[in-house]
Each structure stands twice: as C-alpha cells, then as structure tokens.
C-alpha cells in the first residue's frame, strides 16, 4: 500500500520540485482600466469579466478616471467558402474575427503600438446538419473571441507603465 501511496505522489513531487504552476493570471501594472469599446464587442465583455474575476485591477466608468484606456476597434465576423464539391455545393466555411486595439495612457501617451488581431478556423459544412452546424459555427467564434481577450489581457501584464510607445520613430 505505500509502495503504491508513493508511486503515485512521485509525478506530484517531481513537478513541484522542477518549479512547475499552473498558468494563472498575472496583474496587469495598472490600479484602474477603462474599456473603450463598442456596445456590443463580445470580446471586451470577455476581457471586463476576465478583468473582474482575476484582477487587482479596477474597471474605471469613464476614460478620465483611468490609469489606461484599452480601445477596441474594428470587431468583425467573417465567413467565406473554403471549398466547394463537385455539384456546386459548400463544403467547407473559413470563419475569422478580426479586431484592433491599442492601449494610451494618462495624457494620451501610447503605452502599446495598436495591434491587429487576425484569427481563423475551419468548419466543414454538410446541408443535412444545418442546425449542429450553426452551433458548431457559434462555438468556434466563441473559442476565438475567448483567444482574442486571453492574447489582449497577456498583452497588458505586459506593458511597462513608466515608459511610453514611441508611434512615429524619427
């Protein structure tokens, strides 16, 4: 019996002892955030929750409170036919989303270079399965608005809030 109780810690152990963690959310060097986004941007809703749960980091109501102003800009939904079969008929959609964002901060000092964030999945399509189609189409934009917000918080843990972007170097 504790020949067995250790072999099974011994994994436990080994990963603890090397450094090993799990990937948690960092702080983002900032005590207050404004979101500047259009009303209906999925992906800052998924960054204001992710910011709310995990963070330090106060979500300000207005741009003039804030310590950093994340604008989103351009969020857009794509689908477009990959591949069609021999009668004519779709057999593949390549959907993608699409958004920019920069991040300023007080006195409009640009704190991180605007950044497009392209990202694409393919999804086959048969017409017998139109609605788990449709739901599997949502999922993928899901799991890419969730990858967008995750590439942006990333982003901001990693901005250094003492020195500005130079946008037009010399």
């Given at each position: 019996?504790?020949?067995?109780?250790?072999?099974?810690?011994?994994?436990?152990?080994?990963?603890?002892?090397?450094?090993?963690?799990?990937r948690?959310?960092g702080d983002?060097?900032f005590?207050s955030l404004?979101?500047d986004?259009p009303?209906?941007?999925?992906v800052?809703?998924?960054?204001?929750a992710s910011?709310?749960?995990?963070?330090?980091t106060?979500?300000a109501?207005n741009?003039g409170e804030?310590?950093?102003v994340?604008?989103?800009?351009?969020?857009e939904?794509t689908?477009?036919?990959?591949s069609?079969?021999g009668?004519?008929r779709?057999?593949e959609y390549?959907?993608g989303?699409?958004?920019s964002?920069?991040v300023?901060?007080?006195?409009?000092?640009t704190?991180?270079?605007?950044?497009?964030?392209?990202?694409t999945r393919?999804i086959?399509?048969?017409?017998?399965?139109?609605?788990a189609?449709g739901?599997?189409?949502?999922?993928?934009?899901h799991?890419?608005?969730d990858?967008?917000a995750?590439r942006?918080?990333?982003?901001?843990?990693a901005?250094?809030?003492?020195t500005?972007?130079?946008e037009?170097?010399?």
């Open positions: 019996m504790n020949r067995r109780l250790f072999l099974a810690a011994l994994p436990a152990a080994l990963a603890a002892g090397c450094g090993f963690r799990l948690q959310s983002i060097p005590a404004y979101v986004a009303p209906a941007s999925v800052a809703q998924r960054i204001r910011l709310t749960s995990n963070s330090k106060r979500l109501a741009a804030a310590e950093a994340l604008k989103l800009t351009q969020e939904r689908k477009v036919i990959l069609l079969s009668a004519g779709v057999t390549r959907l989303l699409r958004l964002y920069s300023d901060g007080k006195e409009g000092r704190l991180a270079t605007p950044e497009v964030i392209e990202l393919d086959t399509y048969d017409s017998a399965k139109v609605l189609k739901a599997e189409e949502q999922l993928l934009y799991d890419m608005e990858s967008a995750q942006i918080v990333r982003r901001l843990q901005i250094n809030p003492g500005a972007v130079d037009h170097p010399g």
